[in-house]
C-alpha cells in the first residue's frame, strides 16, 4: 500500500469526530512544523544527549506552549481544546521533543499565573511560553509522589530578604537546563498541606542547586529528569509565589490541566504506535501476502482503532469543558486514565505487530512503550486516578468539589492587561 493510503487511514478513519476548522488549522500547523523542524533532527540530539534549546526556542515562537495564556503575555488565548491537540501532534510526531511541554507551556507558567502577582506574572510567563528560558516544575520527593505533601522534607527557611531551601527533590524534569521554574517546600512542618510554599526558582542566578540526570530505560536522552540536591538554595522573598502556605492550592489546580496535557500526550503517541502498526502491516508480506491480511493482525489494529476513537472523545470532552469552565476535575481524571491505558495497549499491540523488529531500537514502537507507561505514572498515577473516579462515584468525596472555589487567578478569563490597567 503507498504511503498516500496509509496516511488516508490513520488520518481520516481516526479523524471522524467533529472538529471546527480553526482546531483543524492548529492541527496542520503543528504538524508542519514538527515535520519541518523537529523529526528531521531529533534524533542528532538524542544521540549527542544534548538539549534541544533552540528547537524549544523555535516552538515556542511557533506558539506551541501559549494556547491557553492571554495574549497579555505572549500566548493566543486558544483555549485547553487546542493546547490538547497540539500535545497530540507533537508527541504523534516525537514525544521525545514534547517532554518539556509541561514545563513550558503547562504546569511551570500555569502556576505562575495562577499563583503569581501581576509583575511575577509579566516578568516570568512570557519567556517561558516564547521557549526563551527554560521551565520546571518539582513537586515530588523521594518518599513518594502519589503523597507528595505527606512526604515532603525539603525545608524553605526565611532568612531576612532570603529563603534558604534545604533538602532533595526527585524527577525534577528539566532541573539541569532549568532558567525559572517553579519549586514546592515545606515552610512549616507541623501544618500538613498548609505548610507547603511555591517558590519562583533561578538556578544559574543563586547558589545551592546540584541536578543529576536520571539514567531512564527507553526515554528521551536529550531532554532528562533528575535528582535535585538543594543545600541553602537561595530564593529572594520576592519569588515566593502567593503567601506561605498556599503551594498546594496552587499545584492541585494546575495539576488538573496538566493531567489534561498528559493525556492528549498519550493519545499521540497511542497514535503514533497505530500508524507504524498500520503502516508495518501492510508492508511486511509472509507466505505471500501482507500480514494485515491475517486476521489475528487485524484484531489488534482493530482494538487499537476501537480504544483511540473512545480516548480522543473523552481527552477533548474533557478540554471543551474546561475551556467552558464546567466542573472538570473528574472528567480529566478520566480522559487520563483512559488515554494512558490505551497508549499502553497500542505501544504493547504495535510491538507485537512488529514481531523481533519491535525490540530494535531503530524502529520507535521499541521504545515508545517507555513514554505510555510514563503517562500512566506522571501528573497523577493510575490507582489515584481510579480513587478520585471512584470516590466521587460513592459519593465519598466530590472530584469537583473544589470548582470556582480557589480564589485562583482563572488562565482563560483574567487576563494581566486588565490588572496593569488598573495600575
Ligand atoms: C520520567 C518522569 C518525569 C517526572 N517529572 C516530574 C516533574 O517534572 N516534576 C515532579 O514534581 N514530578 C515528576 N515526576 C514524578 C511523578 O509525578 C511521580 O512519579 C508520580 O507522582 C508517582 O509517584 P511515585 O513514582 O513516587 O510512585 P508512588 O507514589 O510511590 O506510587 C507507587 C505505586 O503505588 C500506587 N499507589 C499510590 N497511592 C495509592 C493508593 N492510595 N491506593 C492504591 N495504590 C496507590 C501508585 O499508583 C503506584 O502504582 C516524574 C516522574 C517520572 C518517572
Known amino acids: 500500500m503507498s504511503e498516500v493510503s496509509t496516511k488516508k487511514i490513520c488520518e481520516e478513519n481516526l479523524m471522524s469526530q467533529e472538529m471546527s476548522e480553526e482546531i483543524v488549522a ?15 533532527v531529533m534524533n542528532g540530539y538524542e544521540t549527542r544527549g544534548e538539549f534541544p534549546r533552540e528547537l524549544i526556542r523555535k ?73 526563551k528560558t527554560i521551565g520546571m516544575m518539582s513537586l515530588t520527593e523521594s518518599g513518594g509522589g502519589s503523597d507528595a505533601e505527606g512526604n515532603m ?29 517553579v519549586l514546592f517546600a515545606k515552610t ?16 544559574k542566578k543563586y547558589p545551592g542547586w546540584k541536578a543529576e540526570p536520571i539514567a531512564m530505560h527507553g ?14 538554595f537561595v530564593v529572594p522573598v520576592e519569588d ?36 507504524d502498526a498500520v503502516r508495518y502491516a501492510n508492508e511486511r508480506v509472509l507466505r505471500g501476502q501482507p500480514i494485515g491480511r491475517l486476521q489475528m493482525i487485524q484484531s489488534e489494529i482493530a482494538e487499537m482503532a476501537i480504544a483511540i476513537e473512545a480516548s480522543r472523545v473523552l481527552v477533548y470532552k474533557a478540554a471543551q469543558m474546561m475551556d467552558d469552565s464546567q466542573p472538570s476535575n473528574r472528567i480529566a481524571a478520566i480522559a487520563k486514565y483512559h488515554a494512558s491505558q490505551t497508549a499502553k495497549l497500542c505501544a504493547d499491540k504495535a510491538q507485537q505487530i512488529f514481531g523481533g523488529y519491535g525490540l530494535a531500537k531503530e524502529y520507535r514502537v521499541s521504545w515508545l512503550k517507555s ?53
Not at 157 to 181: F, H, P
Open 219 to 232: 526515554l528521551s536522552n536529550a531532554l532528562r529528569t533528575n535528582v535535585l540536591f538543594l543545600d541553602d
Open 153 to 181: 522534607k525539603a525545608f524553605a527557611r526565611r532568612d531576612g530578604d532570603v529563603y534558604r531551601i534545604t533538602g532533595q527533590k526527585m524527577w525534577a524534569s528539566m532541573a539541569n537546563e532549568t532558567d525559572v521554574g
Open 26 to 40: 492548529v492541527r496542520d500547523m503543528v504538524n508542519r512544523f514538527m515535520q519541518a523542524e523537529v523529526v528531521p
Open 59 to 131: 516552538a515556542g515562537e511557533a506558539g506551541l506552549y501559549g494556547a491557553v495564556f492571554p495574549e497579555s503575555v505572549g500566548g493566543s488565548n486558544m483555549g485547553y481544546l487546542a493546547a490538547t491537540v497540539i500535545q497530540e501532534e507533537m508527541a504523534r510526531n516525537d514525544v521525545r521533543f514534547s517532554s518539556c511541554n509541561n514545563q513550558q507551556g503547562s504546569t511551570c507558567p500555569s502556576c505562575i499565573y495562577l499563583g503569581g502577582t501581576t509583575e511575577q506574572v509579566t516578568k516570568y510567563v512570557p519567556n517561558l511560553i516564547a521557549g
Open 240 to 275: 515566593r509565589l502567593g503567601e506561605e502556605g498556599e503551594g498546594f492550592k496552587i499545584i492541585m489546580r494546575t495539576l488538573q490541566a496538566g493531567r489534561l496535557t498528559v493525556a492528549g500526550k498519550a493519545l499521540g503517541v497511542a497514535r503514533a504506535c497505530f500508524e
Open 188 to 203: 512549616d512542618r507541623d501544618a500538613g498541606a498548609k505548610g507547603v510554599t511555591a517558590f519562583i526558582v533561578q538556578p
Open 371 to 423: 513514554y505510555a507507561d510514563l503517562f500512566f505514572t506522571g501528573e497523577g498515577s493510575a490507582n489515584v486516578q481510579k480513587i478520585m473516579i471512584a470516590e466521587d462515584a460513592l459519593g465519598y468525596k466530590m472530584a469537583d468539589r473544589h470548582h470556582g472555589k480557589t480564589g485562583l487567578r482563572d488562565i482563560r478569563k483574567d487576563d494581566v492587561a486588565a490588572d496593569l490597567s488598573k495600575s
